[in-house]
């Protein structure tokens, strides 16, 4: 079973910042590559980035490159995503996931951390 816990998610002003986690365990830090996707109001979730297991990032969505980090903390197995410049259009309810590998499908979803911006 993979399990994910998110936090983080807030209201946020344009052009702030926001950081997201997603808490995991040894067993899917090693197993799986995680990520993040996102879902904005009457849309369909879709891919954000991803983290790959060797700490590098990799494909970052086109909307969120240049203001996207993403990092983890090996020792307390979690996920980091930070945004900067946030914009009105990142408002959506994240979701970390673990799957296999990059472009694989998901094994498991955090519960979903809502982000609204305030302009």
């Known amino acids: 079973q993979v399990q994910l816990v998110e936090s983080g998610g807030e209201l946020v002003q344009a052009g702030g910042s926001l950081r997201l986690s997603c808490a995991a365990n040894?067993?899917?830090?090693?197993?799986?590559?995680l990520g993040w996707f996102r879902q904005a109001p009457g849309k369909e979730r879709e891919f954000v980035a991803d983290?790959?297991?060797?700490?590098?990032?990799?494909y970052l969505a086109n909307s969120v490159k240049g203001r996207c980090t993403i990092s983890r903390d090996k020792a307390k197995f979690t996920m980091y995503r930070q945004m900067n410049k946030v914009k009105a259009e990142d408002k959506a309810v994240y979701y970390c996931?673990?799957?296999?590998?990059?472009?694989?499908?998901?094994?498991?979803w955090g519960q979903g951390s809502k982000v609204a911006v305030a302009s």
């Open positions: 996931a673990a799957r296999p590998d990059t472009g694989t499908d998901v094994d498991g």
């Open positions: 040894e067993r899917i830090f090693a197993a799986y590559t």
């Open positions: 983290l790959l297991r060797n700490g590098g990032t990799a």
